[in-house]
């Protein structure tokens, strides 16, 4: 199956910074997804975003399917944004969705 | 439209006990997930169901566990007997049937196992 790697796996701003969030895959996927798990527990949904660029807000996301990777754009990050970021794929032959270890974001006021 | 429905939203028992945890997709979805969240092994998928059949359940750690779907809208994950090790945040999820389907999370049971 497909592995996926998220860097970094942890990560400190002040509130205001701006970040970028990664998620390679070891093969191609046609069904990709990020989610924010909040202090808690629960898992939201921010984007599904197989290929190309969405925006919802302060947040943005971009897929390059060809070079298998997908990048989480945070600007002017807020208290309200510290949790655990993860990004999962689910390859061409399976339904099932294949997580990252996550990025653990803290901001600070 | 509501989301996907967990109940309980915690358990704690005693090891032995039976666990059954219960799941309502969201309507109209045709594929249901039951993960495990630990510190130690992230989360991790136990078992799904396309149109109420299970597909894959290789992620389900032994013979203690097993789930159901009955019908459409219900499914169980039943541990018996529970022991301390099972410890751990269990999420239910849901999406409509193919590689399209974007997959939507309950709000977990905490599972505690004394």
């Known amino acids: 199956g497909i592995q996926v790697e998220q860097s970094p796996p942890d990560l400190i701003l002040q509130e205001g910074a701006n970040s970028t969030l990664r998620c390679n895959f070891s093969d191609s996927v046609n069904n990709l997804q990020w989610f924010h798990q909040n202090p808690w527990g629960q898992l939201i949904n921010l984007f599904y975003i197989p290929s190309g660029t969405k925006q919802n807000g302060r947040l943005s996301a971009t897929t390059v399917a060809t070079e298998r990777y997908s990048l989480l754009y945070i600007s002017s990050s807020q208290t309200t944004d510290s949790g655990v970021y993860f990004c999962?794929?689910?390859?061409?032959?399976?339904?099932?969705?294949?997580f990252g270890t996550g990025t653990r974001l803290q901001v600070f006021p | 439209d509501a989301g996907v429905i967990q109940s309980p939203r915690h358990e704690v028992t005693e090891m032995g006990q039976e666990v059954t945890l219960r799941c309502k997709p969201i309507s109209g979805h045709n594929s249901l997930f039951w993960y495990r969240q630990t510190m130690m092994r992230g989360l991790e998928l136990l078992i799904y169901f396309n149109n109420n059949v299970p597909i894959d359940d290789s992620g389900m750690p032994e013979d203690r566990f097993s789930a159901k779907m009955p019908n459409a809208s219900f499914s169980t994950l039943k541990i018996q007997p529970s022991e301390p090790r099972d410890s751990a945040v269990y999420f239910c999820?849901?999406?409509?049937?193919?590689?399209?389907?974007?997959?939507?999370f309950g709000p977990g049971t905490r599972l505690t196992v004394t």
């Open positions: 999820a849901s999406s409509t049937l193919g590689a399209g389907g974007e997959q939507y």
């Open positions: 999962a794929g689910r390859s061409y032959n399976t339904d099932k969705l294949i």
